[in-house]
């Protein structure tokens, strides 16, 4: 079973930037695509980014410039580098392994001043 857990959530001015990071155990994490989400207070939980397993990336058109999902397949390791943050950009951050449908429990973003 996979197991993800998220990490580097916390409280950041607007303009500040953040990295979270999704440590992944239990698989063959270089085989699978991996996805961050977001979701804040009573609103869907969202795609924010995505890379496959080759490294191609793709982003919420609000967050394109600003955020850049990577990983590092020796560490088993999601990144999401996160500049320019907005408080709408205020949420809980998940990562997702895409084929698997597997969820951590979330880090929290907060934007604000």
């Known amino acids: 079973q996979v197991q993800l857990v998220e990490s580097g959530g916390g409280v950041v001015q607007p303009g500040g930037s953040l990295r979270l990071s999704c440590a992944a155990s239990g698989s063959i994490f270089s085989i699978y695509a991996m996805g961050w989400y977001r979701q804040a207070p009573g609103k869907q939980r969202e795609l924010v980014a995505s890379?496959?397993?080759?490294?191609?990336?793709s982003y919420k058109d609000s967050v394109k410039g600003r955020f850049t999902i990577s990983r590092d397949n020796a560490k088993s390791t999601v990144y999401l580098q996160m500049s320019s943050l907005k408080p709408e950009d205020t949420a809980v951050y998940y990562c997702?392994?895409?084929?698997?449908?597997?969820w951590g429990r979330g880090t929290q973003v907060t934007v604000s001043s």
């Open positions: 997702k392994n895409l084929h698997t449908n597997s």
């Open positions: 890379i496959s397993n080759g490294g191609s990336t």
